[in-house]
């Protein structure tokens, strides 16, 4: 007789890591732009590790929830954060001479651009997550925008300022988000409030059924 038997693996949230990779590598490179501290040598690490490394991390753990947003977003922007550090290490001549002297900075206002459409739809996606995740993707808008003109010689100076005090925000909002999503889960209630889902965007299904609900009452 067979028998068949069903195995459960369970893994954790991984929105507390990847929330967190994103918060320390925003704000040390927001320090940056902001003219606190100089260079790129010591934001390197924190690009590829917590940036780069934690964001992709937390994007394999959500493949296994079957959250394909979480997966999509976190793996983009890890991977995001590792190209931009192998990117500074090429305008660093770490490569060699060759490489570093044939660099043309305005291809990486193309990589923003195309990064600035990617997080139009994340956006949207993020309106039926949580509120604090929403105005995360919203501040990285602007980052964007901000990396994309004056990467391209666009109104620099304050384009520049605008990718600087968004990606600070970033960076508070992400502490915040990865602090709440731990405790959230540690204390099994919600202890710091993240916010409710804008319940904007709902299944054709269920908006026929609440125009029914509307129209028999």
Same mark, same amino acid.
Request: charged share 10%; proline share 2%.
């Given at each position: 007789? $067979?028998?068949?038997?069903? +195995? ?57 929830? $079957? ?22 290490? =090429? ?19 193309? =990589? ?22 929403? +105005? +995360? ?32 925000? +970033? ?45 028999? $009452?």
């Amino acid at each position: 007789m $067979n028998q068949t038997k069903d +195995i459960k693996i369970t893994t954790a949230d991984p929105s507390g890591i990847g929330l967190f990779g994103l918060a320390i590598v925003t704000l040390v490179a927001s320090s940056q732009k902001l003219g606190w501290t100089e260079g790129v040598g010591l934001i390197i690490p924190w690009a590829i590790f917590l940036g780069g490394i934690a964001q992709f991390y937390a994007s394999i753990l959500d493949s296994k929830h $079957n959250n394909t947003f979480g997966t999509t977003a976190f793996g983009a922007y890890g991977l995001f954060w590792m190209a931009v550090a192998t990117s500074w290490f =090429v305008q660093s001549g770490v490569f060699g001479l060759t490489l570093q002297e044939s660099v043309d900075g305005r291809q990486l206002g193309f =990589v923003y651009i195309g990064y600035l459409v990617f997080t139009l739809f994340m956006t949207i996606g993020a309106l039926e997550t949580n509120k604090v995740l929403f +105005i +995360i993707f919203f501040l990285i808008n602007f980052l964007f925008v901000g990396l994309s003109l004056s990467t391209l010689g666009i109104m620099e100076h304050g384009m520049h300022l605008l990718a600087a005090y968004s990606e600070l925000g +970033i960076a508070i909002l992400s502490l915040y988000g990865a602090g709440a999503n731990v405790l959230n889960k540690h204390f099994g209630f919600e202890f710091l409030p993240i916010g409710k889902p804008f319940g904007i965007i709902t299944k054709p299904a269920e908006k026929e059924k609440a125009t029914q609900l509307r129209t028999t $009452n």
